[in-house]
């Protein structure tokens, strides 16, 4: 990112006006204000604790069903579908 020009992107998107919800980007701040090491450094710390409080809240939903990824966008999309219409999400 830092090598394809993400400093000056985040540069540039802070010296126009930004909503509160724009501002709040991960890494827009940190790599507009921080040297390009610190502000890798604090995205990576950041996305880790986004990742923590996502697995804690997944873990408090209780009905979550995981879904492997690593595949082809059809095949998920397909066991996502099956899974509804198992529940009585979708109709048959």
Do not use: C, H
Not at 5 to 31: H, N
Not at 40 to 68: C, F, I, P, S, T
């Amino acid at each position: 990112m830092v090598r394809r020009g993400v400093v000056g992107e985040a540069q540039e998107a802070l010296a126009r006006p930004l909503s509160r919800s724009a501002r709040k980007v991960m890494g827009l701040v940190d790599f507009a204000t921080r040297p390009p090491d610190e502000a890798r450094e604090a995205l990576v710390a950041n996305n880790r604790r986004l990742a923590r409080y996502q697995r804690k809240w997944m873990r408090r939903a209780g009905d979550v069903v995981a879904v492997d990824a690593n595949r082809a966008a059809v095949e998920v999309a397909a066991e996502i579908v099956g899974v509804a219409r198992a529940r009585g999400m979708l109709a048959a």
